[in-house]
């Protein structure tokens, strides 16, 4: 496995999430974390998504949210393509794939000044 470049950690204050090669890195009140960054939904970049309080990645397109200790979509998309709001049944059938296609997990750690992906 290809090791990408280091972030320094002084970009990665905690809730911050930055993209460092295929991989969304983040800060979760003080724990880096690092997952794949497409969305299992329809491939959004999750290195542009936020955090949110109870430290889910949330993707930056429908909102999509994913535990980044395991890589698995605990809640679905509020939406598709350009639209933005409720579906019923369409939110938690992906919900229902992205339990099963989780995001790849890497564990990231500090080291000195930045932050690496093992
Ligand atoms: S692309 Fe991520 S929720 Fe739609």
Redesign the pocket.
């Known amino acids: 496995m290809t090791r990408p470049d280091p972030i320094p950690a002084r970009d990665l204050p905690p809730g911050a999430v930055r993209r460092s090669g295929e991989w969304a890195v983040g800060n979760r009140d003080g724990r880096y974390f690092a997952v794949s960054r497409r969305?299992r939904?329809?491939?959004?970049d999750l290195a542009e998504g936020s955090l949110d309080a109870e430290g889910c990645l949330v993707?930056p397109?429908?909102?999509?949210r994913y535990d980044v200790r395991t890589g698995e979509m605990v809640e679905g998309?509020r939406?598709?393509l350009g639209y933005h709001g409720p579906t019923p049944g369409y939110t938690q059938l992906v919900a229902a794939l992205g339990r099963l296609l989780r995001l790849r997990v890497r564990r990231a750690v500090r080291r000195g000044d930045d932050v690496v992906l093992e």
């Open positions: 969305c939904h329809q491939l959004a993707c397109w429908h909102q999509s998309p939406g598709f």
